[in-house]
Antibody, heavy 117, light 112 residues
Framework: EVQLVQSGGGLVQPGGSLRLSCAAS????????MSWVRQAPGKGLEWVSV???????HYADSVKGRFTISRDNSKNTLYLQMNSLRTEDTAVFFC???????????WGQGTLVTVSS | QSALTQPASVSGSPGQSIAISCTGT?????????VSWYQQHPGKAPKLIIY???NRPSGVSSRFSGSKFGNTASLTISGLQAEDEADYHC????????????FGGGTKLTVL
């Protein structure tokens, strides 16, 4: 059974850092595309970042230079390192198995990141 | 402001059909067939209901269908049921920045 279990998140001050984790089971993260998608309170979805099976990465302009997506193949886990956090980064973050350029068939449970002083 | 434009809300009565539009540009919806649709109930993760414009994942009701004409994709739900009341989001691969995926702002479907 495919599962994505997220951890991390919480309350952080502006300018601070957080790392989100997404432990996968039932498949191998390095065999597929893996994305992070976020949703600000009461808003729509926003794609954040992707790591291809090749290891190449892409980022939304809003997070480029501040966020880093990575994976640990030995732990079958996806990460999102978030630095220089801003109040506008406040959102529920989802990790996602992306089988075809935005076609996500499995989602993590979501984790709330709140950036506030 | 979202890259793809969706109506904020639509409504319909049980048994009726409704359509939700998703308008982009030639760099995304109009130029690529990697258009997906998601259903999201409150407090839940999104659920994929259409991918590659018109394909349904296994287990998704045939009442859901997708199409595309020019720069606009559409999701049609036929035989509306109470459980269809949810938010619907479209996405598309884009050949412009960020060179991956953009989403619409989401549409709230109300079943009257």
């Amino acid at each position: 059974e495919v599962q994505l279990v997220q951890s991390g998140g919480g309350l952080v001050q502006p300018g601070g850092s957080l790392r989100l984790s997404c432990a996968a089971s039932g498949f191998t993260v390095s065999d597929t595309f893996m994305s992070w998608v976020r949703q600000a309170p009461g808003k729509g979805l926003e794609w954040v970042s992707v790591i291809y099976n090749s290891g190449s990465t892409h980022y939304a302009d809003s997070v480029k230079g501040r966020f880093t997506i990575s994976r640990d193949n030995s732990k079958n886990t996806l990460y999102l390192q978030m630095n220089s956090l801003r109040t506008e980064d406040t959102a529920v973050f989802f990790c996602a198995r992306d089988f075809s350029y935005g076609a996500v068939d499995y989602w993590g449970q979501g984790t709330l990141v709140t950036v506030s002083s | 402001q979202s890259a793809l434009t969706q109506p904020a809300s639509v409504s319909g009565s049980p048994g009726q059909s409704i359509a939700i539009s998703c308008t982009g540009t030639s760099s995304d919806v109009g130029g690529d067939n990697h258009v997906s649709w998601y259903q999201q109930h409150p407090g839940k993760a999104p659920k994929l209901i259409i991918y590659d414009v018109s394909n349904r994942p296994s287990g998704v009701s045939s009442r859901f269908s997708g199409s595309k004409f020019g720069n606009t994709a559409s999701l049609t739900i036929s035989g509306l049921q109470a459980e269809d009341e949810a938010d619907y989001h479209c996405s598309s691969f884009t050949t412009s920045s960020p060179l991956y995926v953009v989403f619409g702002g989401g549409t709230k479907l109300t079943v009257l």
